[in-house]
């Protein structure tokens, strides 16, 4: 499963996310590839018992990218992707 999540300042307060949060839940996906998340959101995945690869770069205000699985990930290789002066560590 893939998604955009939207950055919180672009979504309609947590309601989107609460949706999000319950297809996951019902669906239960091998994997999800999922775009502008925070830190929280990355948190919550992992209390859930989700595996995370979280992308290497995040915006200064703290969105960013993870693969995330209900299996462990074997091993795993990241780039830096400093692909903008938006991204940092």
């Known amino acids: 499963m893939t998604t955009n999540v939207l ?5 309609d307060g947590a309601s989107p996310r609460a949706v999000l949060a319950r297809e ?12 502008e998340v925070t830190r929280e959101d990355v948190a919550a995945l992992v209390d859930a018992g ?16 993870v693969l995330a699985a209900r299996r ?3 091993h795993t290789v990241t780039d830096t992707l400093q692909v903008t002066e938006r991204t940092v560590r």
Request: charged share 15%; hydrophobic share 40%.
């Open 72 to 74: 462990p990930f074997g």
């Open 50 to 65: 989700r595996h995370v690869a979280a992308h290497p770069r995040w915006s200064a205000d703290g969105v960013g990218a």
């Open 24 to 35: 996951i839940q019902r669906q239960d996906p091998d994997v999800l590839a999922l775009q």
């Open 7 to 11: 950055a919180p300042q672009y979504a």
